[in-house]
């Protein structure tokens, strides 16, 4: 398994933009699909984004396609997730996840596939 560790969150207007970042430890980052959920009070997590081990492929719900883009660096051992356009119904705290994947080009979208999360980091937006 990873470590991971998010930063990036924080307080932005509606409108703003953020972008959050995910580090791995370990030597094998490469070999794991990565993915970004979020969980608001109350709710239930929710998938956000999707990158597959080499960063070809890379899969959005609806609720965020065409404001957040995941994208992955793997000689940093980091993955990103840019958030363009938020909305008061995107504060949660965000967690990134690593999942084992032997196809280059899997993306994983429900939460129990992955073997690896973070600690989560609080994002905000006010309106």
């Known amino acids: 398994q990873v470590q991971l560790v998010e930063s990036g969150g924080g307080l932005v207007q509606a409108g703003g933009s953020l972008r959050l970042s995910c580090a791995a430890s370990?030597?094998?980052?490469?070999?794991?699909?990565m993915g970004w959920f979020r969980q608001a009070p109350g709710k239930e997590r929710e998938f956000v984004a999707g990158i597959s081990r080499s960063g070809g492929n890379t899969y959005y719900p609806d609720s965020v396609k065409g404001r957040f883009t995941i994208s992955r660096d793997n000689a940093k051992n980091t993955v990103y997730l840019q958030m363009n356009s938020l909305k008061p119904e995107d504060t949660a705290v965000y967690y990134c996840a690593a999942a084992w994947a032997t196809m280059m080009n899997s993306i994983k979208t429900i939460s129990n596939r992955y073997d690896s999360w973070g600690q989560g980091t609080q994002v905000t937006v006010s309106s």
């Open positions: 370990g030597r094998t980052f490469s070999s794991y699909a």
